[in-house]
């Protein structure tokens, strides 16, 4: 039987600042002759009723900021701007965003080129470089999203000035890309704009496409032809299941997301879009934090979950660097992220260069860029790590709330006895000694969970 100890205020607050990585050691836990770790930490605090299931300390621990930022927003300045208000705009996202950054519109031309705009939140008009909201912004790398919240990397006032179809009219930054029906791009441009932008779900836009309405239409054309362009460039596909999870102090919940064609559709515009911007900061000799990508490290051919997932471990990390250079997963020569300055601090780097150029004025050199890019990359880590342990723990919140269920699974990797299981409903992966090949589609009971310890027991049914 587990004794529950008595602690004092004192006791409990160098217990809990351990379990949150504030510090080393703990003298209570080494009293009670318990490991003298966050996890051990973790769940002495549990078991006092200190903290309930539904805390995480991993945002703590990696240092994520998670009070929202509280500095004034400018007002837009006055500044000549193309008007594409006459050409609908659509801001198409998940239900639920709360930061429309970026949306698509299309024009039709001669000689049967089509030019595709991809309008992008005008951030960098709200926050120049090393500007107090720069300098925040750069310290937290991009928004926190967590499963119970989210800690913008901005106010949430500078979200609702800039905002894409949160207004009748907006300013915007736009790509333009002229593309015939092969999805070649005879010209590209970067304009500062002003926007008519209505918003729509994925699911909405996709009743729109199956209805053949426009422009839908014709956008769903250009990201195939883009799709296929890139593919016969070695670009990769790799399709893995998503899913939505939520959480508040009842419980939690986990949604696998739906993959309607429009999601991968705006997916290739934004793709579409990074490539302009880099060709545009290219010819116009303009440093950027370009996205590189090695080649993939071996070919794995197939369409399985197991190949997706081999697939995917072929990958080289992305890095950034001032000058451009190709992103072989992207099958691209040259590409930089431009379609979220509200979230990613990367993007609004990319943003303040562009502008800068269009506004006449220098942009940053490429070394203070450069350092700009290693602070925030090492914080966006950060960032990153605290979303994906905080997605796990309450991935097993859910799990441990129906110990009854049967999940279906399917066996992705083996290393000797020991294989990944990938479960698709939870978009979860799991160890487990199993003598099955990879591709083996197993059905698996979850039990035992252990919430500070991220790990739960799997049987075969």
Same mark, same amino acid.
């Given at each position: 039987?587990?004794?529950?100890?008595?602690?004092?205020?004192?006791?409990?607050?160098?217990?809990?600042?351990?379990?949150?990585?504030?510090?080393?050691?703990?003298?209570?836990?080494?009293?009670?002759?318990?490991?003298?770790?966050?996890?051990?930490?973790?769940?002495?605090?549990?078991?006092?009723?200190?903290?309930?299931?539904?805390?995480?300390?991993?945002?703590?621990?990696?240092?994520?900021?998670?009070?929202?930022?509280?500095?004034?927003?400018?007002?837009?300045?006055?500044?000549?701007?193309?008007?594409?208000?006459?050409?609908?705009?659509?801001?198409?996202?998940?239900?639920?965003?709360?930061?429309?950054?970026?949306?698509?519109?299309?024009?039709?031309?001669?000689?049967?080129?089509?030019?595709?705009?991809?309008?992008?939140?005008? %951030?960098?008009?709200?926050?120049?470089?090393?500007?107090?909201?720069?300098?925040?912004?750069?310290?937290?790398?991009?928004?926190?999203?967590?499963?119970?919240?989210?800690?913008?990397?901005?106010?949430?006032?500078?979200?609702?000035?800039?905002?894409?179809?949160?207004?009748?009219?907006?300013?915007?930054?736009?790509?333009?890309?002229?593309?015939?029906?092969?999805?070649?791009?005879?010209?590209?441009?970067?304009?500062?704009?002003?926007?008519?932008?209505?918003?729509?779900?994925?699911?909405?836009?996709?009743?729109?496409?199956?209805?053949?309405?426009?422009?839908? %239409?014709? $956008?769903?054309?250009?990201?195939?032809?883009?799709?296929?362009?890139?593919?016969?460039?070695?670009?990769?596909?790799?399709?893995?299941?998503?899913?939505?999870?939520?959480?508040?102090?009842?419980?939690?919940?986990?949604?696998?997301?739906?993959?309607?064609?429009? +999601?991968?559709?705006?997916?290739?515009?934004? =793709?579409?879009?990074?490539?302009?911007?880099?060709?545009?900061?290219?010819?116009?000799?303009?440093?950027?934090?370009?996205?590189?990508?090695?080649?993939?490290? +071996?070919?794995?051919?197939?369409?399985?979950?197991?190949?997706?997932?081999?697939? +995917?471990?072929?990958?080289? +990390?992305?890095?950034?660097?001032?000058?451009?250079?190709?992103?072989?997963?992207?099958?691209?020569?040259?590409?930089?992220?431009?379609?979220? /300055?509200?979230?990613?601090?990367?993007?609004? %780097?990319?943003?303040?260069? $562009?502008?800068?150029?269009?506004?006449?004025?220098?942009?940053?050199?490429?070394?203070?860029?450069?350092?700009?890019?290693?602070?925030?990359?090492?914080?966006?880590?950060?960032?990153?790590?605290?979303?994906?342990?905080?997605?796990?723990?309450?991935?097993?919140?859910?799990?441990?709330?129906?110990?009854?269920?049967?999940?279906?699974?399917?066996? %992705?990797?083996?290393?000797?006895?020991?294989?990944?299981?990938?479960?698709?409903?939870?978009?979860?992966?799991?160890?487990?000694?199993?003598?099955?090949?990879?591709? =083996?589609?197993?059905?698996?009971?979850?039990?035992?969970?252990?919430? /500070?310890?991220?790990?739960?027991?799997?049987?075969?049914?």
């Amino acid at each position: 039987m587990t004794v529950t100890p008595e602690l004092t205020p004192a006791q409990r607050t160098e217990v809990e600042l351990l379990a949150r990585g504030k510090q080393e050691k703990s003298r209570t836990l080494r009293d009670l002759k318990l490991p003298e770790t966050p996890e051990a930490a973790h769940a002495l605090l549990l078991r006092l009723g200190v903290w309930t299931e539904a805390h995480t300390p991993y945002a703590d621990r990696l240092q994520a900021a998670l009070s929202p930022v509280a500095l004034p927003v400018p007002a837009f300045p006055h500044e000549a701007r193309l008007d594409l208000t006459h050409l609908p705009g659509f801001a198409i996202d998940d239900e639920g965003n709360r930061d429309p950054d970026d949306a698509v519109a299309v024009e039709a031309l001669a000689g049967g080129l089509t030019r595709l705009w991809v309008h992008v939140a005008d %951030v960098s008009a709200l926050v120049p470089p090393d500007s107090p909201l720069d300098q925040e912004a750069r310290a937290r790398g991009a928004t926190l999203y967590l499963p119970d919240r989210t800690v913008g990397m901005l106010p949430d006032a500078l979200v609702e000035q800039a905002g894409l179809g949160l207004h009748d009219v907006t300013p915007a930054l736009s790509v333009s890309l002229d593309l015939d029906a092969e999805g070649n791009a005879e010209a590209v441009d970067v304009q500062l704009t002003r926007v008519r932008v209505q918003r729509l779900t994925y699911s909405q836009a996709q009743a729109q496409l199956d209805a053949g309405q426009e422009p839908f %239409v014709t $956008l769903a054309r250009l990201a195939r032809a883009s799709r296929q362009l890139r593919e016969s460039e070695g670009a990769l596909s790799i399709d893995l299941p998503e899913v939505r999870v939520k959480a508040d102090e009842h419980g939690a919940s986990v949604t696998p997301l739906p993959k309607p064609e429009m +999601r991968q559709v705006v997916q290739e515009c934004m =793709t579409l879009a990074g490539w302009g911007a880099a060709i545009f900061a290219d010819d116009n000799e303009i440093p950027l934090p370009f996205a590189t990508q090695d080649h993939p490290t +071996r070919e794995v051919r197939g369409d399985t979950l197991s190949a997706q997932w081999a697939r +995917r471990k072929t990958l080289a +990390r992305t890095r950034f660097q001032p000058s451009p250079g190709p992103h072989h997963g992207m099958g691209l020569d040259l590409y930089a992220q431009v379609t979220s /300055p509200m979230r990613r601090y990367l993007d609004l %780097v990319v943003h303040q260069q $562009l502008r800068a150029f269009l506004a006449g004025g220098e942009p940053m050199p490429g070394k203070v860029m450069a350092s700009h890019i290693a602070q925030a990359q090492l914080n966006a880590d950060g960032t990153r790590q605290a979303e994906r342990l905080s997605r796990r723990h309450h991935t097993l919140r859910f799990v441990a709330a129906q110990p009854d269920r049967v999940w279906d699974a399917v066996v %992705v990797d083996r290393r000797g006895p020991q294989a990944t299981l990938l479960i698709p409903d939870l978009a979860f992966d799991v160890p487990m000694s199993t003598p099955a090949a990879p591709g =083996t589609a197993l059905r698996v009971q979850l039990t035992d969970v252990n919430l /500070p310890a991220l790990s739960v027991r799997v049987r075969a049914v």
